[in-house]
């Protein structure tokens, strides 16, 4: 496997298909659009310093608000949210996990001027 950076600041953001709704039409379990309503639960296998983690959420219908002009829709800006909050849960947990450098070896040189 060769590695690529990516990114610099300690995030990465990206875009799962798995979970979010990709049809242009609310969901059918959507009865009432006015309502919040929850579509499904998402589980997603991943790996974080090389351990084995399950990112998981729900994905909400919700009801654009009468004052918003446009913009993401509710379930969109859910999506995100939700998304955030596994991105920072996977953040937290690389940040624990991040092992301390490894000594710096001594020269021979310097081992043997030491006694």
Known sequence: MK??????????KW??????????????????RSKRTKIFD??????????????AGTLSWVPVSSSS???LSGGAIAAIV??????????????????????TPRSEKAAEEAW
């Open 82 to 103: 939700a998304g955030a909050l596994v991105l920072l849960a996977a953040v937290v947990l690389l940040l624990r996990r991040r092992r301390r450098p490894a000594a």
């Open 3 to 12: 590695w690529e950076k990516v990114a610099s600041n300690g995030s990465y």
């Open 15 to 32: 875009f799962d298909h798995r979970i979010h709704w990709m049809e242009k039409n609310p969901p059918p379990i959507v009865k009432d």
């Open 69 to 71: 002009s446009g913009g």
């Open 42 to 55: 998402w589980r997603v296998p991943a790996k974080v310093a090389a351990t084995p983690v399950t990112l």
